[in-house]
């Protein structure tokens, strides 16, 4: 093996991460409104909003075609 490893990835991931412990101390601390509940409620409402815009969109045939043909993998038939 050439690149970096796995382990190499998830302890990359550690040092720049936040772990649940600190995540915890830091809300139940108050260090501002993003942990708030009422922060996490509306950005949850936003989610759905954007979620629901997306399926309820209207498509035209070609796009729906262009869509399955992406899906597809390629090499079959």
Partial sequence: MDGP????YIDARKKSGM???EFRALRDKGS???????AMVEWRKQLD???????????????RR????????????
Avoid: Q, Y
């Fill in 5 to 8: 490893t796995i382990r190499d």
């Fill in 49 to 63: 909003a954007e979620r629901e815009a997306k399926l309820n969109r209207k498509r035209t045939p070609k796009e």
């Fill in 19 to 21: 772990s649940w412990d």
């Fill in 32 to 38: 501002g409104a993003e942990f708030s509940d009422k």
């Fill in 66 to 77: 262009s869509e399955k043909g992406a899906a597809e993998p390629s090499g079959t038939v």
